[in-house]
């Protein structure tokens, strides 16, 4: 700090207290005929005052009470009777008290101080007098909310403070008939907000992981409770001790959710001009405005921000980048913040599940809409962003790398359709990803080698290869030379590999590394795409253990799971038993039943499973309920029908829903085909609408009624079961159920012109939980999610793997 910060502050009183006198309000020509009483000048200038003369014989600045000093200088930028002349004094007042370093975390309600600031440079309003005069005091407050994010007290703000500073920032750079200079100013600290925030994860990280292991630490230590005897019902108990324990909470998931929408950051007073007020100063005027930064609700212990801002920020700078709501600029906006979020953050992202969950979900679910654009900038950033997602989160994102990769890079790379600028912006993002030679081999042994993931590394390969050669008619151009070095860079990949491995054979090379990196991928370890998974990173480490044979036997699995699913879709999913029917073929083919060893770890335990398996049903035998003379179940079918990459979800659809009725055996076969494959979701603990996305996202309803009602009847009875709620029994799920089937077709079918409403719906589901209704609060809770994002009932796969 200076060694003249008190006399730094005194001449920033006097300038703010010179700017005062200039105005009616504040000062009047009869101070020079007459005394005035102090007690008849506005309580504005009494603080200043109070200041000035309450640093008499102060030494150290850093002793006294940071707010105290502040506080005259914080009232005069919240006045609306400030004019901009005036309420830019104080601004760059406290802009300097920033840029000096007073506030710090040692000094004397730091906290409290720095927090005040936020909220009056968020809540800062003025008189307007001159266009320029005015853009002048905006960027200035720009400039406030830039330095209090990065001074040395700015890690002190609050969840609340930095929502809103960022907020402010982007509704001044979204000002209409604002100056360019302005708008950029605006977004330029908009980043520097951004980058702060998300330069701090590791620190906030460490917190976060230390309070968990402290929580736990605390949850081991404390006594068993006590159990009451004779008491029932005594489980309340239990659950209360638990949600007491020490420790700051999790935040809550209502917490965690982004905005209501992008354009909607905290509903505050705008940071803009306001029209002049009557003249007159008025003491109780200026009394109420300390009032209005609520400094009553910043705790003196509150913790300073951490998950619960990041999960926040990063979810509504996804929604910017939403193409269904916001303009392109705003786009660009979006995704280069977004890019600056995954830059500075970086891997350091993963140890905030909440985060990764915003990453994974939002965010690659807008990427993915973004690609299908025609603005080229707004493509190449998304191509950015893709990379800087997968370079800071790759362990968590392999469902999502395979539909960018294919619905995305290689599609526009592979479309004679497409602008050839876009082209070879998708050419050029590939290169990327194909110079990282780990990441080729990560690529090979965890998607060419899943069962149930496309050839990823063929593909890619193979695109690149196929447009290096011009086509008919065509002339060597730049895409070719794009596309040949993507090949040459896969060759150099492969090379580097090859010389390491040889390296390890003959010694020359320590396998400590590659042994370390081998023994992390563990024993038995599964993916979503069937069989062993190997972290992405480690293969190029584990060239040496790497099992060649068990990659062999993947491959040769997944073929025939690729040939028994083309002939099921080339049958179209037919109930033939014959020497050609599908049946047959993929029992042949060793794949039916399902070997043990291709099934994802989610199937049998955990959400999306039943691990309990279903008695026949009454009246049939074991002839009945078989195949193949008895040796394929019902279970086996059905268990093929949910984990068999790459079946027609219609052909599915049509296949559990039919009754075979002209032989009553295979009817019944058909049934318990149809139980068991519902029966084989979890749906303990899930909302209703949760559990339909789920169990409608592995078929398609097929057209006819009687099918739907079937699969409707089963699924209700299974939900009833696992979940009953508020449900008097399965038939108000049966119904209800079909009422939001039908609410997703209204809400979201442009041919629809009257909309439902939620009265609406509320009146269309009346008497059905057993004669009563269900809450209201539970129809307008699925009113809202199925408004906000319809069920899957023609999915598109590339969005799919986004839900």
Request: proline letters at 6%; glycine letters at 8%.
């Amino acid at each position: 700090m200076l060694s003249n910060a008190v006399s730094c502050v005194k001449g920033e009183v006097h300038n703010v207290v010179s700017m005062l006198r200039l105005s009616g309000r504040w000062g009047s020509s009869s101070r020079f005929e007459r005394e005035v009483p102090l007690e008849a000048e506005s309580v504005l200038m009494r603080e200043f005052k109070g200041v000035q003369d309450g640093l008499q014989g102060i030494q150290d600045l850093g002793s006294v009470d940071c707010l105290w000093y502040l506080k005259p200088f914080l009232e005069t930028i919240v006045s609306e009777q400030a004019s901009g002349p005036i309420t830019g004094t104080a601004l760059a007042s406290v802009n300097k008290f920033l840029l000096y370093g007073f506030l710090r975390p040692e000094a004397p309600r730091a906290r409290e101080a720095i927090v005040a600031v936020a909220r009056a440079a968020t809540r800062c309003k003025f008189e307007s007098s001159s266009v320029r005069e005015d853009e002048t005091t905006l960027i200035q407050i720009l400039e406030i909310l830039r330095n209090c994010i990065r001074c040395p007290a700015g890690p002190l703000l609050t969840d609340e403070a930095v929502w809103d500073m960022c907020g402010s920032a982007f509704r001044i750079s979204r000002f209409e008939n604002a100056s360019h200079l302005l708008h950029r100013s605006a977004e330029s600290t908009l980043a520097h907000l951004v980058l702060t925030i998300f330069t701090r994860v590791p620190d906030i990280a460490d917190e976060v992981e230390d309070r968990e292991a402290a929580d736990a630490a605390a949850a081991a230590a404390a006594p068993a409770p006590l159990v009451a005897v004779g008491g029932g019902g005594g489980g309340g108990g239990a659950a209360g001790g638990g949600a007491a324990g020490g420790g700051a909470a999790a935040p809550a998931a209502e917490e965690l959710a982004g905005p209501a929408g992008p354009a909607a950051p905290p509903a505050r007073p705008r940071a803009t001009p306001s029209r002049a007020q009557p003249a007159g100063s008025t003491g109780k005027a200026d009394s109420t405005v300390w009032k209005s930064l609520d400094l009553a609700s910043v705790p003196r212990r509150e913790a300073p921000y951490g998950e619960r801002a990041l999960v926040k920020l990063l979810s509504w700078l996804s929604s910017l980048t939403e193409p269904a709501s916001q303009p392109a600029h705003t786009r660009v906006l979006g995704l280069r913040l977004v890019n600056m979020v995954l830059e500075s953050a970086g891997a350091d992202m993963g140890r905030l599940p909440a985060l990764v969950h915003v990453a994974t979900a939002e965010l690659c679910r807008n990427l993915v809409q973004n690609s299908r654009t025609t603005e080229p900038a707004v493509l190449a950033l998304t191509f950015r962003v893709v990379y800087s997602l997968f370079a800071s989160l790759t362990p968590y994102l392999k469902v999502p790398l395979e539909v960018f990769f294919v619905s995305v890079h290689l599609s526009l790379a592979d479309s004679r359709d497409a602008p050839p600028e876009n082209r070879e912006l998708a050419l050029e993002a590939l290169i990327e990803f194909a110079r990282d030679g780990e990441l080729m081999a990560d690529i090979f042994v965890n998607y060419d080698c899943g069962v149930r993931c496309s050839n990823l590394f063929e593909i890619l390969t193979g695109t690149l290869a196929r447009n290096a050669v011009p086509g008919p008619g065509e002339r060597l151009n730049s895409l070719h030379v794009l596309a040949l070095e993507g090949v040459l860079a896969v060759l150099e990949s492969l090379a580097r590999r090859c010389e390491l491995a040889a390296r390890v054979r003959a010694g020359s090379l320590p396998l400590d590394a590659a042994s370390e990196a081998a023994d992390s991928v563990g024993d038995g370890e599964h993916s979503e795409c069937g069989g062993a998974s190997t972290p992405f990173g480690a293969a190029a480490a584990s060239v040496a253990s790497r099992d060649v044979v068990a990659l062999r036997e993947r491959r040769q699995l997944k073929r025939r799971f690729a040939l028994a699913a083309a002939r099921f879709n080339a049958e179209g999913g037919s109930h033939d038993e014959g020497e050609s029917g599908w049946l047959r073929y993929a029992h042949e083919l060793g794949v039916l039943p399902v070997p043990e060893s291709s099934l994802p770890p989610t199937f049998g335990a955990g959400p999306g499973s039943c691990p309990a398996p279903l008695a026949p049903a009454e009246g049939s035998d074991d002839a009945a309920v078989t195949a193949l003379d008895g040796e394929i179940s019902p279970a086996d079918v059905a268990q093929f029908l949910r984990t068999c990459p790459g079946l027609d979800r219609g052909f599915i659809g049509q296949y559990i829903a039919s009754n075979l009725d002209r032989r009553k055996p295979r009817t019944i076969f058909q049934t318990e085909v149809r139980r068991h494959f519902v029966s084989s979701f979890d749906f303990r603990g899930l909302p209703i609408v949760t559990a339909l996305r789920t169990f409608l996202e592995a078929f398609r309803l097929p057209g006819e009624a009687q099918m739907i009602e079937r699969l409707m009847e089963d699924f209700a009875a299974h939900l009833f079961e696992q979940a009953p709620g508020d449900y008097a029994d399965k038939d108000a799920i049966f119904v209800f159920s079909f009422s939001i089937i039908m609410l997703t077709t209204d809400a979201h079918n442009d041919q629809v012109t009257k909309k439902m409403t939620l009265q609406d719906f509320v009146r269309n589901n009346r008497g059905i939980n057993g004669g009563n209704n269900l809450p209201e609060s539970l129809i307008a809770e699925v009113y809202a999610d199925i408004q906000n994002r319809p069920l899957s009932l023609h999915a598109d796969a590339a969005e799919r793997g986004f839900a």
